[in-house]
């Protein structure tokens, strides 16, 4: 991506503001109408030169006359904020530096039918979180329709003028693929409607999510086995059988479940890890070269007949399927699963709902492996370069003041904003290390360590944590503090994060085949079949509860089936279009 070039205006008004910081000896803040408008000259990095009245000179970054604006956060579950938006400790203080508060709304229905209610209706607020993750996303459809329908603000000559905003497009923040199939759409004729959100300011600020299986640790102790020695799919099952077979109960001395996940089967893949490849799509290069699907291959219905045995063999939970994250919680909570497969942080949670992660710590669940690749090598996270789809912000045309909302977003992704919104204020919630990072107090840390949850509750009811989850755009938190969250470094479970060093981020660089593909001419065809989710797990669930292995591989294999024939066979079609565009690059991954 091209840098954007300093014109001679811009440079003239920064050495102006330069020269007029130089000669201050305190610095004032040029302060606009509710409307945006400003008496003091902008220059390139978001700033004003000055604000002149007579001998008065006041010179820093733009701040706005008490402007209050609304956000949705439209993802679904609701959001909880501090009781007076308006009032609160962090609030304040970020209205001092910038003359802007922003109160924010939750939803509790789904993303995608909140977005065509906002659109439809007009009814709009000033800005939008929601989720954007690219390609056949609900959502991301949703919002490329009104972006091309008028209805969002072009951001694009706008962000340049805002430090902490103006790489949010860069490669590495982002992904080159999603930079060319979803920020700039084709559709979008060069207009830049989407802030990409979440995005990694470094590899050290990556989320390692921590995915793997994890077991009860009297369970492998008892049985002998060291757990992290297991890394293929016959050590998993032979561990697991042993682990049926034994006679193991729960806390409260009931009967168990050898293996669950959480809600609606997340993640059982984790069980079948060992028949996959490290990749980034869903296209597998074949012997010859060529690439097709994953779906049609013949390891894809190898690792769903691995989970119908663990289904017929009574290790995996019939009900895991279909349960709610409430059930899960219970059934790991209280030990009655014997493995779980999720993200660790979900699982150790479980346990300190209950109160079983300290009233029997034997029972706290380790890793299991981390589980190998098919060829041999350990798991990790694989991400792209850049984040690859991403929660965004988005400005509806009803925006009544764009301006006051970037220079809010701007300051508080800022060190000074960020610290501020996840942290408070100093000596009064937290206090700096020897190292010149900011810590909670020790009565906070404390409390956190003891399980009392809540002091989120009331560290929340001071503005801190809530405003900054929704509005970071490339996070550096861990770069510049040492932890992601406050009270991370201090209270850390250990036992998370060493199996994050054991399950690592790790980057691939390239162009990824299905963003290649996308541009297929019948693509919004295929993906009303051919990615649907729905489709998908009808036919494999199926499969997995069938009572034969030949049962199962026959459900599996009419999947395959109704994938190549729908559409007078487009995804064979689709297949050979994405074998001719791999040809284009020389950067393309799988």
């Known amino acids: 991506m091209k840098k954007l070039k300093w014109t001679g205006r811009a440079l003239a008004l920064s050495l102006a503001a ?9 610095g004032g803040s040029a302060t606009t109408s509710a409307a945006g408008d400003s008496n003091a000259a902008t220059t390139a990095d978001g700033s004003n030169a000055a604000a002149t009245t007579g001998d008065s000179t006041t010179t820093g970054t733009q701040t706005f006359d ?19 938006q308006y009032n609160n400790e962090v609030a304040a ?3 001092e530096k910038t003359g802007v508060t922003i109160e924010f709304e939750g939803i509790m229905m789904s993303e995608t039918e909140k977005l065509n209610l906002v659109f439809a209706s007009g009814d709009m607020p000033d800005i939008i979180n929601a989720p954007y993750w690219g390609g056949d996303g609900g959502e991301t459809a949703v919002i490329k329709k009104a972006a091309r329908e008028g209805q969002l603000l072009d951001i694009k000559d706008e962000l340049p003028k805002y430090e902490n905003l103006a790489n949010a497009y860069d ?9 060319e199939n979803d920020l700039d759409d084709p559709t979008f004729n060069g207009a830049r409607y989407i802030l990409p959100q979440e995005t990694p300011g470094d590899v050290a600020d990556i989320s390692n999510w921590a995915y793997g299986v994890f077991v009860r640790g009297d369970v492998a102790e008892t049985l002998g086995v060291d757990p992290t020695t297991i890394k293929t799919s016959e050590q998993l099952l032979d561990f697991m059988t042993k682990a049926r077979d034994y006679g193991f109960t729960d806390v409260n001395g009931n009967d168990i479940i050898t293996a669950t996940t959480f809600h609606e089967g997340w993640d059982y893949g984790q069980y079948a890890m060992n028949f996959n490849s ?20 013949d390891n894809w219905i190898d690792s769903n007949l691995f989970i119908w045995k663990l289904v017929n063999e009574g290790i995996l939970d019939k009900e895991c399927f279909k349960q ?5 919680n219970q059934k790991v909570g209280n030990g009655t699963a014997l493995f779980a497969a999720a993200q660790y942080s979900t699982v150790i949670n479980a346990t300190k709902l209950t109160g079983l992660y300290n009233s029997n710590p034997e029972m706290r669940y380790v890793p299991v492996g981390p589980l190998s690749y098919a060829d041999g090598e350990s798991a990790v996270q694989v991400e792209l370069k850049g984040r690859n789809g991403s929660p965004a912000i988005i400005f509806p045309t009803s925006c009544s003041n764009l301006d006051a909302s970037l220079t809010y977003i701007n300051y508080v992704n800022s060190e000074e904003g960020a610290r501020l919104c996840q942290y408070g204020i100093e000596g009064e919630t937290y206090e700096l290390n020897e190292d010149g990072q900011p810590r909670l107090i020790q009565s906070y840390l404390e409390r956190k360590a003891n399980g009392d949850s809540t002091v989120d509750d009331e560290l929340r009811e001071k503005g801190i944590g809530y405003i900054l989850g929704r509005t970071l755009q490339a996070d550096k938190r861990k770069t510049w503090w040492g932890e992601s969250n406050a009270g991370d470094a201090d209270a850390a479970v250990e036992e998370l994060e060493a199996y994050k060093e054991a399950r690592p981020v790790e980057q691939l660089a390239g162009y990824p085949l299905d963003k290649l593909a996308q541009s297929f001419e019948d693509y919004d065809t295929l993906k009303t079949y051919a990615f649907d989710d729905t489709t998908k797990n009808d036919y494999t669930q199926r499969a997995f509860f069938a009572d034969t292995e030949e049962e199962a591989r ?5 999947y395959q089936t109704y994938l190549t ?3 007078n066979g487009l995804f064979q079609e689709y297949l050979d279009y994405a074998n001719e565009v791999a040809k284009t690059r020389d950067d393309v991954i799988n």
């Open 93 to 95: 203080a970020i209205r």
């Open 171 to 179: 490669v590495g923040i982002v992904s080159q693929a999603f930079l």
């Open 18 to 26: 330069t020269l007029m910081l130089a000669g201050c000896s305190s």
């Open 278 to 297: 490290k990749q980034a799509t869903s296209f597998v290069m074949q012997d010859d070269g060529t690439y097709t699907y994953s779906t049609l291959t």
């Open 324 to 328: 709610t994250d409430d059930l899960a």
């Open 565 to 567: 024939t729908q559409e």
């Open 554 to 558: 026959s459900i599996l294999e009419d």
């Open 66 to 84: 008490d402007v209050t604006l609304k956000m949705l956060i439209c993802w679904n579950g609701g959001f909880k904020t501090a009781s007076d």
